[in-house]
């Protein structure tokens, strides 16, 4: 069986690396692929990538843990955490403190929180944030919770 993976750049073979290797390195065997959609994209292999690759075809395999419990990988366990194999996305803006942010950086985060903007999550596989975890994004940000 063929084996692919994400090559050394990048967050997600760091995060597989630390969470299921143990810190371990990959088999020789593994293929490293530049791009999370050439892991999904290969036929008739095993491998790892982003949810948002999730491609038609592609099956999700579940996760039996030490004691015997399956954990499947769908919205409602990626999001409580009971997946053990998640991570959350953060975005990080370079600010000066007591400046305000940039019209730019400003109207993209606007758009990012917007419901508008978390239902483009969704739509790009991802999942989108709680609306409590919304609008406390927003307050972090400084940025009006009202819609």
């Known amino acids: 069986m063929l084996r692919y993976g994400r090559n050394t750049a990048s967050g997600t073979q760091g995060f597989f690396r630390r969470r299921v290797l143990c810190g371990g390195d990959m088999q020789p065997t593994v293929n490293e692929l530049s791009g999370s959609a050439a892991v999904a994209a290969s036929v008739n292999a095993i491998g790892y990538t982003s949810m948002g690759f999730h491609a038609s075809g592609v099956k999700w395999l579940a996760i039996i843990d030490a004691a015997g419990h399956t954990h499947r990988a769908d919205a409602q ?15 990080y803006v370079n600010k000066p403190p007591g400046k305000p942010l940039d019209p730019l950086t400003l109207a993209f985060l606007v758009r990012v929180l917007s419901p508008e903007g978390q239902a483009q999550v969704s739509q790009a596989g991802y999942i989108p944030l709680t609306e409590s975890q919304r609008l406390a994004a927003l307050q972090a940000a400084g940025l009006p919770t009202a819609a």
């Open 77 to 91: 366990t990626l999001r409580c955490g009971d997946y053990p194999f998640t991570r959350p996305l953060y975005i």
